[in-house]
């Protein structure tokens, strides 16, 4: 019956893999989430915070190259893939329970909850890609609107925790293991494409197509702010709300961060739509030059009027994370078919590589100059991204410079 309906089967997979991103990726902010509380049982320095937020993007690093290097999202079925590195990232971070807030083993651990993510965000373009041609950035889109959903759900588990960190954890831990069972239950599109071995050269690719090479470079401008605004804004607006006199500050941030990350994630969808219709490449750097904008209007509003830093901080959010599918449907047109999957997993590699940096030095910057500097600081990369995506909408209004060299291809049977 749901092979002669490819609509319903298109919705269906979307839908449950969708849901599965949202709940694997939960996991991915549990140690800033939790992080008032373990501050206070461990009192752990800005160092050491940082690192529990830095880890899992380092251990995503790891991850990612390994499975780039190797071809697994082009080799193996994606669906298998994500199922068992969500419950691998399930169990390390559920271990968190048992170990010493703020220890070496809790930082080996969120690292360890990274690596087993390569095998969730990047396969889930993989098989979100397989679906469809045209409509590329709205599908996408709709996958990394899911991720930001994800990403915020540790804020709001931690709501429902209260002052008892290790409920947040747990949480968080049964959604991706549900994550699992569902992604099981997805099908490949029939655009989906196998690699027939295992070829490193196709890492070259990112270098040698013109295209791909600024996709990458537009990803890694995005990425020098974006996880660094999730991790951070929320402690960057207690500091603010705490030094306005607002009652609560803590409560209200993490509130107000919840809302800045999910309501990006929502607004993920209508800019793929748009990307579609008016051309990636574009829209993505327009979407940065207002996250740029954003970015210092927040930090000059800094311990001012409570409402305004909390609004122009949401606006912020919503214009942070909707660009970042578009740099990877970028590198899927413009990548041959069966290495598309190797190359979304080495871009995705080498932006989480960036933002271990920004993430470790944000608390370190704001100790040692504000966090009003460390805010504006932020908006530096999207703005120079600006440029990298209007070179690009040049380059692809040129098929002949942008087409990628012919490679064999294997379809999945």
């Keep these: 019956m749901i092979a002669k309906q490819p609509g319903l089967a298109r919705g269906r997979s979307l839908g449950l893999l969708l849901v599965a991103e949202i709940g694997a990726m939960s996991l991915w902010f549990v140690s800033s989430a939790i992080l008032p509380e373990l501050t206070r049982e461990a009192q752990l320095g800005a160092w050491r915070l940082g690192l529990l937020s830095a880890a ?138 196998t690699a027939p071995h295992f070829d490193p050269t196709t890492l ?45 500050a803590t409560q209200t941030a993490r509130l107000a961060t919840f809302f800045a990350i999910g309501l990006g994630g929502v607004f993920c969808v209508p800019a793929g739509a748009l990307a579609d219709r008016f051309g990636k490449a574009p829209v993505a750097g327009g979407t940065m030059g207002l996250s740029g904008c954003l970015a210092i209007a927040t930090a000059l509003s800094f311990g001012g009027p409570p409402a305004l830093t909390v609004t122009l901080a949401i606006l912020w959010g919503i214009c942070v994370i909707p660009d970042s599918a578009l740099f990877s449907a970028l590198v899927a047109d413009t990548a041959p078919a069966d290495r598309a999957g190797s190359l979304m997993t080495l871009q995705t590699a080498l932006g989480f590589l960036l933002t271990a940096i920004t993430i470790q030095a944000a608390p370190l910057l704001a100790d040692r100059f504000g966090w009003p500097v460390t805010l504006a600081v932020f908006g530096i990369g999207p703005l120079l991204g600006v440029e990298t995506m209007r070179r690009l909408t040049r380059l692809l209004r040129n098929p002949q410079k942008a087409a990628p060299k012919p490679f064999a291809t294997v379809r999945n049977r």
Excluded at 206 to 213: G, H
Excluded at 231 to 246: E, M, P, R, Y
Aim: proline share 4%; net charge positive.
């Design 204 to 248: 070259k690719l990112a270098w040698r197509l013109r295209p791909v090479r600024l996709a990458y470079s537009g990803y890694l401008c995005h990425m020098w702010e974006l996880y660094a605004f999730w991790a951070w804004i929320g402690a960057a607006l207690t500091a603010s709300l705490t030094q306005a006199g607002s009652a609560d």
């Design 56 to 193: 899992v993007q380092l251990g995503f690093v790891i991850g990612a190259l390994a499975m780039a290097i190797h071809g697994t999202s082009d080799r193996y079925n994606p669906r298998a893939v994500f199922a068992v590195s969500a419950l691998g990232a399930a169990l390390a971070n559920a271990l968190l329970v048992v170990t010493p807030p703020g220890g070496d083993v809790q930082i080996l651990l969120r690292a360890l909850t990274g690596v087993c993510l390569a095998g969730v965000y990047p396969v889930g373009m993989k098989i979100a890609v397989g679906w469809t041609l045209r409509r590329r950035g709205l599908v996408v889109g709709m996958l990394v609107g899911a991720l930001t959903l994800g990403s915020a759900a540790p804020h709001g588990l931690a709501l429902v925790g209260g002052p008892d960190w290790r409920t947040t954890v747990m949480l968080a831990s049964i959604l991706a293991v549900l994550a699992a069972a569902l992604i099981l239950a997805t099908r490949l599109g029939p655009h989906h494409v």
